[in-house]
């Protein structure tokens, strides 16, 4: 991974696996749309335990700010980088072959009190991004004016569709 402290980033994305960024990419999408800098990486709380501690241990030395932490199956990653980090964590449940993601879903989303992980729905990247940049927004109004066009883009596609379909 580049280091985010010479390259900006506010965002961290990270995966358990490459596997993982077919529905991982929706993330770095949905924060690229709004002009936030990112980093994306592979860390794995089972293959690589030692890199998952050292991301989440100097992220927000290196100037991130969110997180947003994939995996799937026995979905560990998202709660442990939330162990070790101050920084608000976001849960992706990544969906595999087997149980629909309900496995990974479960793995993220009960979490102790006192260890936050904001999970978003199964395969839910694109909110885990765009969830990202709410959480930026609180403190950047900039970013929470395109926020609030976003959402009004939203409310004007469903009034086209509306009209589309009205008879
Ligand atoms: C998890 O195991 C990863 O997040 C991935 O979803 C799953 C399978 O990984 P691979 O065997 O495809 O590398 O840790």
Same mark, same amino acid.
């Given at each position: 991974?580049?280091?985010?402290?010479?390259?900006?980033?506010?965002?961290?994305?990270?995966? !358990?696996?490459?596997?993982?960024? +077919?529905? *991982?990419? $929706?993330? %770095?999408?949905?924060?690229?749309?709004? /002009? &936030?800098?990112?980093?994306?990486?592979?860390?794995?709380?089972?293959?690589?335990?030692?890199?998952?501690?050292?991301?989440?241990?100097?992220?927000?030395?290196?100037?991130?700010?969110?997180?947003?932490?994939?995996? !799937?199956?026995?979905?560990?990653? +998202?709660? *442990?980088? $939330?162990? %070790?980090?101050?920084?608000?964590?976001? /849960? &992706?449940?990544?969906?595999?072959?087997?149980?629909?993601?309900?496995?990974?879903?479960?793995?993220?989303?009960?979490?102790?009190?006192?260890?936050?992980?904001?999970?978003?729905?199964?395969?839910?990247?694109?909110?885990?991004?765009?969830?990202?940049?709410?959480?930026?927004? $609180?403190?950047?109004?900039?970013?929470?004016?395109?926020?609030?066009?976003?959402?009004?883009?939203?409310?004007?596609?469903?009034?086209?569709?509306?009209?589309?379909?009205?008879?």
């Amino acid at each position: 991974m580049a280091d985010s402290t010479s390259t900006g980033a506010r965002v961290g994305i990270v995966m !358990g696996s490459d596997s993982d960024w +077919p529905v *991982m990419e $929706a993330a %770095a999408e949905a924060v690229a749309e709004f /002009g &936030v800098r990112f980093e994306v990486g592979v860390v794995s709380a089972h293959r690589t335990p030692q890199r998952m501690l050292d991301y989440a241990r100097d992220a927000a030395d290196r100037g991130i700010e969110v997180i947003v932490a994939g995996a !799937g199956g026995a979905a560990h990653l +998202p709660g *442990m980088v $939330a162990s %070790a980090t101050p920084l608000p964590v976001i /849960g &992706v449940p990544v969906p595999l072959k087997y149980l629909d993601g309900m496995d990974s879903l479960l793995s993220i989303v009960q979490m102790p009190a006192g260890v936050p992980v904001a999970t978003v729905s199964i395969g839910g990247a694109r909110n885990a991004g765009l969830l990202a940049v709410r959480i930026l927004g $609180a403190s950047d109004p900039a970013l929470r004016g395109r926020m609030a066009d976003f959402q009004r883009g939203l409310e004007q596609m469903v009034l086209e569709k509306d009209e589309a379909l009205r008879r």
